[in-house]
């Protein structure tokens, strides 16, 4: 019954790589983000969708690319690692592109970049 | 850019104490949010104030709003061994706009 789900729940992966991270949300939310973690438990935000529409998107080098097939999936490519992607991304969802609800966070993947 | 600063960074208490986190921020918001999050897991919605809400309870948690200070405070009363967790606060905007979250404050409850 998970409401936000994401994988890989880790990834280890080679400078130069292109790798992808899924999310699924069941909650019936119209929008869904992705945040990433740094190591001192910073968050901030990448990536904002609503109802399949990009809505924000903050300054994120354009090796990262969100896609959005139907509401309750947001998926982030990631072209040509580097050492400094390595952290928690996280997905989240909310009802309303708005931020006047509370956001339902998926569980996180850590990508390690070696 | 960052909007919340929780103060303390850390906090360590016993089982039973109350545990109080505070939160300051920027600019004008349309409500604040607190979340937890369990070691390696994800942020857990735990309790949102707007901006024109002085004080809000849910269960053991008290959240206090003082707009003209820019600040909030989370109670935890009779804290116990699993309200172990770091705690966030994030404030939201008006308009189309994403939280933005404080760094946390990481809370130790000992038995």
């Known amino acids: 019954d998970t409401a936000v789900s994401q994988t890989p729940k880790y990834l280890v992966t080679q400078m130069g790589n292109d790798k992808s991270i899924k999310c699924e949300q069941n909650l019936g939310h119209d929008t869904m983000y992705w945040y990433k973690q740094d190591s001192k438990k910073f968050l901030k935000i990448m990536f904002s969708?609503?109802?399949?529409?990009?809505?924000i998107n903050e300054t994120v080098p354009n090796r990262f690319s969100p896609k959005s097939p139907d509401k309750a999936h947001l998926n982030l490519h990631i072209n040509s690692l580097e050492l400094g992607d390595s952290a928690v991304y996280f997905c989240?969802?909310?009802?309303?592109?708005?931020?006047?609800?509370?956001?339902?966070f998926g569980s996180g993947t850590r990508l390690t970049v070696v | 850019s960052q909007q919340g600063e929780e103060d303390p960074q850390a906090l360590s208490i016993q089982e039973g104490e109350n545990a109080t986190m505070n939160c300051s921020y920027k600019t004008s918001i349309n409500n604040l949010q607190w979340y937890r999050q369990n070691s390696g897991r994800g942020l857990v919605h735990l309790i949102l104030i707007r901006s024109n809400e002085r004080e809000k309870h849910s269960g053991r948690l008290r959240v206090t709003l003082d707009t003209s200070k820019k600040s909030s405070s989370l109670l935890i009363t009779a804290s116990r061994a699993a309200d172990t967790a770091s705690y966030f606060c994030?404030?939201?905007?008006?308009?189309?706009?994403?939280?933005?979250f404080g760094k946390g404050t990481m809370l130790l409850v000992s038995p």
């Open positions: 989240a969802s909310s009802q309303g592109g708005r931020d006047r609800y509370g956001y339902t």
């Open positions: 994030a404030t939201g905007n008006s308009g189309y706009s994403t939280l933005t």
């Open positions: 969708y609503n109802n399949k529409e990009l809505i």
